[in-house]
């Protein structure tokens, strides 16, 4: 007879993970399916060239949920988070902008651009912590339906209304133009020197396909500004061995619960009768059952794909297929036989070991994404740098370095050419354009890998290559994501969920959206 499980999780990455082990510690036989050899999704480490160990896609991390780390004990299952010390942005005029995790020195620094920015640098961030305060329990709530009149909506809507009349005035103001302005024009009204909002703007644009100028991303920039590591607000940092080790640690965490994960296990279809998931059949042949079916995979693989389209409602496909991935960012990973040396500050140094962005204009960050909009990549790219060797030796050979590279812009959709075609010019044109302030960088490569979306689609099989499954814009967040009347981890048919980054609370190495959905499921199933 058949083995039978509790719960099948679709995809090994790194949400599909944390939904199995909490599935498994409530007392579920869970079977989690990889379509590849190694688990992660785009969290993963991988031996790209020999010797070199590469965070091939994600790189770095801050948004972890700390009860995630609590309630499997991930550092007990190897998980190690390594600060990463502040960030530096080289200049055109050869001057640079460098800002660290020492208050007082960021202070004396930004004092040298300007004396009113190094005040209201101090100012913003107060007022960003009170915004990040009111945001963070909404990371762990299951989302409400605003059109419900169901006490349980009711009553979380009713918090969030309250906690919004408990802010100040002037932070119920500023959340406001959070959810609705630009990065650029919210940053405008805080401070004056160029390359400080150009490179602060940077993180309003990572996982969508808009500009620094585009309505909606001042929100982004909120939510990659709360991140945390081990209760340090604000900080960011590498996983010990890569990305990879994380989604290690959360697997290893779920066998010891009783999780079984198998890899090599593409699926081909899930398995419907009666309007209800059954099981799931492999592109082998196989066919294996459970109770409940959960994909952490994207909504375009889960319903368009692994579904036929007759058991779903149209409407529902409708909203599925309006669904906005557009993947706009490409990774460059590079192995070094000796560090970088930046024009503005040359030699080796503590400036090394945080983020190197290349956003030295808002102007710069604009034209970047104007190339985009028309469908090439930007030949003037933001760039955001890290070189994790310098924290941890253990991914290169002693002396040798790994610099990675996030790269925006780099459409999906090209409008001349492919990417096949297009993938030389493009990792070339990052190259060069690092080369710009770092003039040694050519003769330093002993290996490359250039990572198109297309790549990542390929290799991951996220739709159009977003990490993020799908944009962080406005009108796909909280209640609409991934669509309205769908946020709560539930779909048109029964026992199958959704648990990846296409639900709340979004994308980032996070583990929120695994978790939530692992809660929803044992709410309906009961525990064991």
Not at 80 to 107: A, C, F, S
Not at 269 to 279: D, E, F, L, P, W
Not at 470 to 489: D, M, N, T
Not at 490 to 513: Q, V, W
Request: aromatic residues 10%.
């Amino acid at each position: 007879m058949a083995k039978r499980y509790d719960a099948i999780v679709i995809g090994g990455g790194h949400n599909g993970l944390v939904n199995a082990a909490y599935l498994a510690r409530a007392g579920k036989k869970v079977l989690v399916i990889e379509r590849r050899y190694v688990l992660g999704g785009a969290a993963v480490t991988e031996e790209i060239i020999p010797g070199f160990k590469f965070s091939v896609f994600s790189y770095v991390v801050s948004l972890l949920r700390p009860e995630i780390i609590r309630d499997l004990d991930l550092p007990r299952h190897g998980l190690e988070i390594l600060p990463l010390d502040g960030t530096m942005t080289p200049m055109q005029n050869g001057d640079y902008l460098w800002r660290v995790n020492d208050h007082g020195k960021t202070r004396r620094e930004l004092e040298r651009h300007s004396r009113l920015d190094a005040e209201a640098y101090e100012e913003f961030g107060k007022s960003m912590v009170a915004m990040c305060r009111f945001v963070k329990p909404i990371l762990g709530m299951i989302p409400p339906d605003p059109t419900s009149l169901d006490p349980r909506d009711l009553k979380k809507l009713a918090f969030l209304a309250k906690r919004f009349q408990s802010l100040a005035s002037e932070d119920r103001y500023n959340l406001i133009q959070l959810m609705t302005m630009s990065a650029a024009d919210f940053l405008d009204q805080w401070f004056e020197t160029d390359v400080l909002k150009a490179t602060m703007s940077a993180s309003g644009i990572i996982g969508t396909f808009l500009g620094i100028r585009s309505p909606g991303t001042a929100y982004v920039l909120l939510h990659h500004y709360m991140g945390e590591i081990d209760g340090a607000f604000r900080s960011w940092g590498f996983s010990r061995g890569g990305t990879g080790g994380i989604s290690n640690a959360i697997a290893s965490a779920a066998r010891e619960l009783g999780a079984e994960i198998r890899m090599d296990s593409p699926v081909a279809r899930i398995i419907v009768k009666n309007s209800a998931a059954q099981g799931v059949a492999l592109e082998s042949g196989e066919e294996i059952y459970a109770d409940v079916i959960s994909s952490s995979v994207d909504p375009n693989l889960t319903f368009l794909k692994f579904i036929e389209s007759r058991e779903l409602p149209g409407d529902f496909l409708d909203e599925v297929r309006r669904y906005k991935f557009r993947g706009s960012s490409g990774k460059v990973n590079l192995a070094l036989d000796a560090l970088p040396d930046f024009k503005c500050l040359p030699g080796p140094g503590r400036h090394l070991r945080g983020a190197m962005s290349i956003s030295p204009s808002m102007e710069y960050m604009e034209r970047a994404y104007d190339q985009a909009k028309y469908g090439e990549f930007s030949r003037r790219p933001y760039i955001d740098m890290v070189i994790p060797t310098l924290t941890d030796p253990s991914v290169a050979p002693p002396g040798k370095h790994i610099l990675s590279c996030f790269v925006q812009y780099a459409p999906y959709k090209l409008n001349v050419g492919s990417w096949d075609e297009q993938r030389e010019a493009f990792g070339n044109t990052v190259i060069d354009t690092i080369a710009e302030y770092a003039p040694n960088i050519r003769n330093i490569i002993i290996g490359k890998q250039f990572v198109t979306p297309l790549d990542i689609e390929r290799t991951t099989g996220l739709t159009e290559g977003n990490i993020f499954q799908g944009e962080l814009s406005l009108e796909q967040l909280f209640f609409l994501r991934p669509a309205a009347g769908w946020a709560r981890y539930r779909t048109p048919l029964k026992k199958l969920y959704m648990c990846g980054s296409a639900t709340h609370p979004g994308g980032g190495i996070m583990g929120g959206p695994g978790r939530l959905a692992a809660l929803e499921i044992l709410k309906d199933t009961g525990r064991n």
